[in-house]
T-cell receptor, first 116, second 112 residues
């Protein structure tokens, strides 16, 4: 069964600095999709970034980028120029695509605190 | 214009009662999901429907029954509520199984 592990229960960063959140996963599939979702105190689940496993290029979305290491089964999220609004719980999620009918398997989450 | 909307946002009820949570999406997506987030914030899928057809049914007690009257709606009915059912329930939708899922704001269910 696929598992997703976020080994950092909590992280903190100073405003304007850079922080990296770690995620590893276990799968025997060769084609799959990885996501980072953000959950602020308002409880909403907000998509941050998506990576297709068949793409070697790391995905980027403005200040958010990933370091996708397929062989190592690692998918870390880098947040540059951190802002107070980035404070939230971040979830890494795995989707095996068609074979899983869209089922997302989530990691345990990492609470990110941003200090002014 | 809310993309995925759930009602109610909060639900407080007694053990043993039956309750329903409604979900509607206006994104034109074919696939809808229910997830449960427990007190430790862990998210786990419960059900998935594609075009009104059940395609994922994780190991959920049969007290939980999803119903999809059309592809824009996926409701969750829970019978004989138990203390362990207290959680936040999220509805989500996507255009196909590999596309990003858009989540509703969640329904916090509290069992007294």
């Amino acid at each position: 069964a696929q598992t997703v592990t976020q080994s950092q229960p909590e992280m903190s960063v100073q405003e304007a600095e850079t922080v990296t959140l770690s995620c590893t996963y276990d799968t025997s599939e060769s084609d799959y999709y990885l996501f980072w979702y953000k959950q602020p105190p308002s409880r909403q689940m907000i998509l941050v970034i998506r990576q297709e496993a068949y793409k070697q290029q790391n995905a980027t979305e403005n200040r958010f980028s990933v370091n996708f290491q397929k062989a190592a089964k690692s998918f870390s999220l880098k947040i540059s120029d951190s802002q107070l609004g980035d404070a939230a719980m971040y979830f890494c999620a795995y989707n095996a695509g068609g074979t899983s009918y869209g089922k997302l398997t989530f990691g345990q989450g990492t609470i990110l605190t941003v200090h002014p | 214009d809310t993309a995925v909307s759930q009602t109610p946002k909060y639900l407080v009820t007694q053990m043993g009662n039956d309750k329903s949570i409604k979900c509607e999406q206006n994104l034109g997506h074919d696939t809808m999901y229910w997830y449960k987030q427990d007190s430790k914030k862990f998210l786990k899928i419960m059900f998935s429907y594609n075009n009104k057809e059940l395609i994922i049914n994780e190991t959920v007690p049969n007290r939980f029954s999803p119903k999809s009257p059309d592809k824009a709606h996926l409701n969750l009915h829970i019978n004989s509520l138990e203390l362990g059912d207290s959680a936040v329930y999220f509805c989500a939708s996507s255009q196909g199984p590999t596309q990003p899922q858009h989540f509703g704001d969640g329904t916090r269910l509290s069992i007294l």
